[in-house]
């Protein structure tokens, strides 16, 4: 599942608590990729994350050639 905290949150990785989840993601992502465990759903539930689903991101169209 791929995640984004909410704007001014950081929220701390589950085995790694010095290293936060923000809400800018990393280069070239979504979202950060977190595992679907208690603890994100617990962040997710409690408004600290929010989940980014595949229709939050717009899809790269090409344009044809000759168009």
């Known amino acids: ?7 001014g949150i950081k929220v701390p990785k589950e085995e790694q608590p010095r290293d936060y989840i923000t809400d800018t993601p990393p280069e070239g992502e979504p979202g950060f990729t977190v595992p679907d465990t208690a603890y994100y759903l617990r962040r997710i539930a409690d408004g ?4 980014v689903v595949a229709a939050d991101v717009a899809p ?3 344009p044809k050639k000759g168009a």
């Open 48 to 51: 600290d994350l929010v989940e």
């Open 1 to 7: 599942m791929r995640v984004l905290a909410v704007p």
């Open 60 to 62: 790269v169209v090409k």
